[in-house]
């Protein structure tokens, strides 16, 4: 089941989700703040141990979401076009949020041991709401009941950001002391691009 629906995503469709994905993976955040800091803290032992844990809750969020949406989906089809709107206006706040803020990478401090990076990362994902809502707004309007069941689009799209982000975050820890003066330098450039991503989303799942 899972290489027929793959196969059925449209490939425009699905080129544009893993660009977006990759876009919003190397945008300064939480999680792209606690990577590097953890890197440069520690060197690149404790930046891929926070980014495995930091991966870890993703995929935690990853299968609530599938769970979740299929299952309001199917007790209750009409919350489809309210789950719509209110992703469409969470995207569209992180919008204005992101165009307002600025990273600065100098903050969050490293843990001393590679399993306190791991764990600390986790929780540190886990206990952000905001990497649930997103990942509640950004994943399901890429998805087409006509190709398959919703939560399994989910799941298989889940995966390709997944991918995509841990790879990213694997690198930026390793390489986190070498780049931070770049990242410093690019962060608020980095921000507003993704902030008119946000608004783009939110644009195409307001008429979708």
């Known amino acids: 089941m899972v290489i027929d629906i793959l196969w059925a995503f449209d490939p425009a469709v699905l080129a544009a989700f893993v660009l977006a994905g990759l876009l919003l993976n ?13 890197g440069i803290a520690g060197g690149p032992r404790q930046g891929m141990a926070a980014a495995l844990g ?4 993703v995929a935690l969020h990853i299968f609530a979401a599938a769970a979740g949406v299929s299952a309001l989906i199917l007790a209750y089809p009409s919350l489809y076009h309210i789950i719509r709107w209110a ?11 992101t165009w307002r803020a600025s ?9 001393k041991t590679v399993g306190r990076s791991i764990w600390r990362g986790f929780v540190t994902n ?17 998805t087409d009941p006509n190709i398959g069941p919703v939560w399994a689009q989910i799941l298989i799209l889940g995966a390709i950001f997944q991918i995509n982000g841990f790879v990213f975050s694997l690198c930026l820890g390793a390489a986190a002391g070498a780049l931070s003066t770049w990242l410093r ?13 946000f608004g783009g989303l939110a644009l195409r799942l307001a008429l979708d």
């Not at 190397?26 to 953890?38: E, L, R």
């Not at 990273?103 to 843990?111: M, N, R, V, W, Y």
């Not at 330098?185 to 991503?197: C, I, Q």
């Open 26 to 38: 190397i945008t300064p955040g939480a999680d792209f703040v606690f990577v590097t800091a953890s």
């Open 54 to 57: 930091i991966n870890l809750g």
């Open 87 to 97: 992703g469409a206006a969470y995207l569209l706040f992180l919008a204005i949020q």
């Open 103 to 111: 990273s600065d990478l100098t903050e969050g401090q490293a843990e």
């Open 126 to 142: 886990v206990l952000n709401p905001k990497t649930a809502l997103f990942i509640f707004a950004f994943i399901p309007q890429w």
């Open 185 to 197: 330098g690019k962060a608020r450039a980095l921000a507003r691009l993704s902030s008119l991503m």
